[in-house]
Structures are given as C-alpha cells and as structure tokens.
T-cell receptor, first 115, second 115 residues
Framework: NAGVTQTPKFQVLKTGQSMTLQCAQD?????MSWYRQDPGMGLRLIHY???????DQGEVPNGYNVSRSTTEDFPLRLLSAAPSQTSVYFC??????????????FGPGTRLTVL | AQSVAQPEDQVNVAEGNPLTVKCTYS??????LFWYVQYPNRGLQFLLK??????LVKGSYGFEAEFNKSQTSFHLKKPSALVSDSALYFC?????????????FGSGTRLSIRP
C-alpha cells in the first residue's frame, strides 16, 4: 500500500493565483481531512469528509474548497492565494468510528509559499 | 469549548532518563485520545491511542501513555529516552459523543534528547 500520497511536495504561488493540492489514499478509508501546520499553532483542520460526496468545514475553511467524488481522492483547492496561506498542508485518512475518525494516517505534506 | 493543551513547548531530557510529555484536555463525553510524532520534514505518525479499558496504553517505539479521567490528562511517557526520540509530539483528542466528527490537536511539544 502507498498509504496517503500528496502532490506536489513544494509549491510557490503568487498572490491571487489558484491551485489544487492533491491527496489520495489506497486504504479504503471513509474519513479524510486536510490540516494546515503553522509554527506554534499545531494542526488546524481546514475541511473534512466522512465519505464520498460528503464534505464539511473545519476550523479554518476560508479561502479553501474541497470535493470528494471518490473514496480515494480528496483535493484541496486554493481559490485566490494569499500570503496568510503560506503553510505546510497535510492530508490524513482514517477508518470511521461512529461518524468520526479513528486513527489517522498522514501524507508527507505540501509546503506552500505564497508571495 | 473543546480544547487540548500541551503546556510545554519544549522538553529536554538526557539520554537514558525517563521522559514525560504532558497533555490535558477539555472535551465532552468519554474521548478518544491519541499521540502522534513528527520527525523533521515528515508527516505525523501514529504512536498510540486510548479509547476504553486499561488506563495505561502501550504504543510504538517503547512509548506509553496514562489516561487520568479525574485530571483529564493523557501524558506520554518512556522509561529510558533515546537520542532518536527527538521529534515533535502532538496530543490529539476526539470528543466522546457519537456524532463527533473532528479531532482536535494540541500545539505540539518539541522533545530534545541530549546524548
């Protein structure tokens, strides 16, 4: 199993540009989520999905969109990049317990810089 | 509000000595509790979790954690630290109600083991 994969590993954008961060998992996990990691702030949840076709907002959703058309893929779209979105982005997946996540498996991350 | 606190930004321990990384939480119900480790430029890796049962949970790499319901704590411990344990450690909590759909992460504690 490849686990959770993310592309690209690094990205530099100019303010106002848009892009999509890709995330895929091959463990047939129902639950997927996107986090951003900033120094001293831990991981903050951006969006999550409890299954194909179902997404919801996390703690810091503004400026980001997601969709979940398949179980495997959960792309994160930046609509109009801003310097405040400079961060490291992690995708994670897990089995569901009840309606929520159990142990999460993380991708290697995407380091995004917005100039 | 649901929250997780890791009161120490950094913990310094000599190799061979016991280590403790602290975590306290404030969430509804009987929570799911997790510890993750992050090595430089890598994604988070699962160490251990507590859902129910024995308050002392054993995990990967010789780590263990003790759930204390009265003190709402879930401290990570290891009897004898290794230099290779140096990393960033995150405590995470999923609230205990059945519809809980999010995991809350602490801000992280950097563990430094000196030879």
């Amino acid at each position: 199993n490849a686990g959770v994969t993310q592309t690209p590993k690094f990205q530099v954008l100019k303010t106002g540009q848009s892009m999509t961060l890709q995330c895929a998992q091959d463990m047939n996990h129902e639950y997927m989520s996107w986090y951003r990691q900033d120094p001293g702030m831990g991981l903050r949840l951006i969006h999550y999905s409890v299954g194909a076709g179902i997404t919801d907002q996390g703690e810091v959703p503004n400026g980001y969109n997601v969709s979940r058309s398949t179980t495997e893929d959960f792309p994160l779209r930046l609509l109009s990049a801003a310097p405040s979105q400079t961060s490291v982005y992690f995708c994670a997946s897990s089995y569901s317990s009840g309606q929520g996540p159990d142990t999460q498996y993380f991708g290697p991350g995407t380091r995004l810089t917005v100039l | 509000a649901q929250s997780v606190a890791q009161p120490e930004d950094q913990v310094n321990v000599a190799e061979g000595n016991p280590l403790t990384v602290k975590c306290t939480y404030s969430v509804s119900g009987n929570p799911y509790l997790f510890w993750y480790v992050q090595y430089p430029n890598r994604g988070l890796q699962f160490l251990l979790k507590y859902i129910t049962g024995d308050n002392l949970v054993k995990g990967s790499y010789g780590f263990e954690a003790e759930f204390n319901k009265s003190q709402t704590s879930f401290h990570l411990k290891k009897p004898s630290a290794l230099v290779s344990d140096s990393a960033l450690y995150f405590c995470a909590v999923r609230p205990g109600y059945s519809s809980a759909s999010k995991i809350i992460f602490g801000s992280g504690t950097r563990l430094s083991i000196r030879p």
